[in-house]
Structure formats: C-alpha cells, structure tokens
C-alpha cells in the first residue's frame, strides 16, 4: 500500500507539473500537452522509475521517505509481541514447596490493523468507480443497440441528441437522427480525427487508472483537463487547413451541439462535450504556430517528460 500512495504522489506531482507547463503553452498545439498527460499516466500505472542526477521529482518523494514519514509502516505483530513476559515456573527443593509465578499474556490485537483497513477503503472505491464506469457505458451501448448503419462505421439513432464515438476494438461513430449539414459534415470530421488520434483508447485507459486513484482529487483535476486538451487538440487537427468561413461554421456546430457532461466520463467521445464555450474560443483564436515556436515547445515537453519520469538521487523506484 505504501509503494501504490507513492505512485499517487509522485503522479500528482507530474500532474502539477503539466498544469503550470499548460499556461505557457497556450499558443502551441494541445497534442503537445497530451503527450504530457502521457507522463502522467505512466507515474499513474508504473512504480519503477529510472536514475538521473537531476530530476523534477523531489528525492523525498521518490524515495518513499515522505509517504513513509507521513505513513509510518506498522510494526509486524510477533514483533510486538517479542517482548511480552513469558511465564515462568520455578521448582524449588524436595522440602520445599512448588511454587509458579504465572506472568499476564500480552494483549492481543482486538481488530484489523491500520494498512487492512486502508487497503479495504482503497480496493471498495476502486470497485465503486469501476462499477460505475461500466455500467454507464452499458447503459449507453443498450441505448444504441438498435442504431442504423448508414456507410461504413457510421450509425444514426434517435436515441441521443450529441453526435459521440464509442467502441474499443471497433470504434465506431453515432450521430443524432436528422442532423443537418454543414454540422453533420465537422462532426464527421472531428469524430474520424478521434478515431486516427486513437482517443477512444487513450481516454477509458486514464479512466481505468484514475479508479484506482479515485481518492486523489489533483488526479481527478488532472482527468479532466486532459479530456478537455484531448478534444482541443482534436479540434484543432480538423482546423487545421480551414480557413476563416470554415473555422466559423465549425465554431457554429459547436455550438449548436455542445454540452456539458455532469461527472467525469471515459466513453463516449462526444462532439460538443468538454466545456464548448471555452472550445469555441479556442477554435475562433487558433493560429498555427511557426516553426520555430513549435520545435522549442517540443524540444522543452520532452525535457519536461524526461525530468518527470526520472528519480533523482539514485532511486529507482517508488518504495
């Protein structure tokens, strides 16, 4: 339990990392903040990290030492019961009398110890959000079963009212009934962009491993941001050769479709999903960077990625 509550730390601190890094990079493209999600992820999901002289993880952190500090490791119990007094008998001479000095026994635990009990909480959680992860995308998928094949992998359903992809090994794209062009046309064109970048993958997988970490609510910030940059960068993938009647009549499907999911989700990958409003302004100011900007940007987020991964002194692991 200890090296998994170091793995959560060591994430939150990555994930404070990519936070800050995200508003100086504003003006470049947000696939570049996903690749920097990706550090975290890994922090997320791997405990063994490798050795640098330097590193953005402080060396407390990555040693263990603070958690171990914070969470003191609970003595086994036939150590603590080592020192108990143990009863003794004394036999004196034949003329004399028997006499046995009989000692208390040690008391024994009444309950579960401390890590048991953390570890009980830990694994009812991560069921929990699980749980509701999949039953939500099963609601979904009985809500869509009667969907009609159109051309391809594309399907229409009267049963939903946002245009979404959905589908692990064969992703495949729902539109609402009667959607009308120019929107239908970006939302095609957003949703195909999903299905190359594979950000049907990506995101349940970040799903998968925040339920693990459910009670750490940097990740959960962490989650969400990463779902906004996962469609921003999406949006702008499909803008990228637009020009400025193109960009407003996209700004326009977003508009006209966009909301708002109440809780976190894994699936689906919903055209207007992800706050619209701040898309929207995002879509109508993007300007694609110059060369220069955006090899310094990239030269920087590898530097980043490699300074969250590595452990510094020495310490290659999260024990």
């Not at 594309?154 to 245009?163: A, G, K, L, R």
């Not at 090994?169 to 299905?195: C, K, N, S, T």
């Not at 409003?277 to 980043?304: D, E, G, M, N, T």
């Amino acid at each position: 339990m200890h090296t998994f509550l170091n793995m959560s730390l060591t994430a939150s601190i990555a994930a404070g990392v990519v936070m800050v890094l995200r508003l100086f990079l504003k003006k470049v493209p947000r696939w570049i903040t996903c690749l920097l999600w990706a550090v975290v992820l890994l922090r997320m999901v791997c405990p063994v990290g490798f050795s640098l002289p330097v590193s953005l993880m402080p060396e407390t952190v990555s040693s263990g030492a603070y958690v171990e500090r914070v969470l003191p490791q609970q003595a086994p119990a036939a150590e603590t019961q080592a020192t108990a007094p143990i009863p003794a008998t004394t036999t004196q001479t034949p003329t004399s009398r028997e006499t046995t000095t009989v000692t208390p026994a040690a008391q024994q635990p009444t309950g579960p110890d401390r890590d048991t009990v953390l570890t009980i909480l830990w694994a009812a959680g991560s069921i929990a959000c699980l749980t509701w992860g999949a039953v939500s995308y099963l609601r979904l998928r009985l809500r869509i079963a009667d969907a009609i094949l159109i051309e391809k992998n594309i399907y229409e359903t009267d049963q939903i009212d946002s245009p979404f992809v959905c589908g692990f090994f064969r992703p495949r794209i729902y539109l609402p009934v009667g959607l009308a062009e120019p929107d239908r046309r970006y939302v095609l064109l957003h949703e195909q962009a999903h299905i190359r970048r594979r950000d049907y993958l990506t995101k349940p997988l970040a799903y998968v491993a925040l339920c693990f970490h459910w009670f750490n609510p940097v990740l959960w910030l962490a989650y969400h941001l990463f779902g906004r940059d996962i469609e921003t960068a999406t949006d702008q993938a499909v803008i990228r050769s637009f020009g400025r009647t193109e960009t407003a009549g996209y700004a326009a499907a977003l508009l006209h479709l966009g909301h708002k999911p109440s809780f976190p989700q894994a699936v689906p990958l919903a055209f207007g999903e992800e706050n619209p409003k701040h898309r929207i302004r995002s879509v109508l100011s993007y300007k694609k960077p110059a060369f220069w900007v955006l090899f310094v940007a990239v030269v920087a987020c590898l530097a980043a990625c490699v300074l969250l991964l590595g452990n510094s002194g020495g310490h290659v692991d999260g024990r």
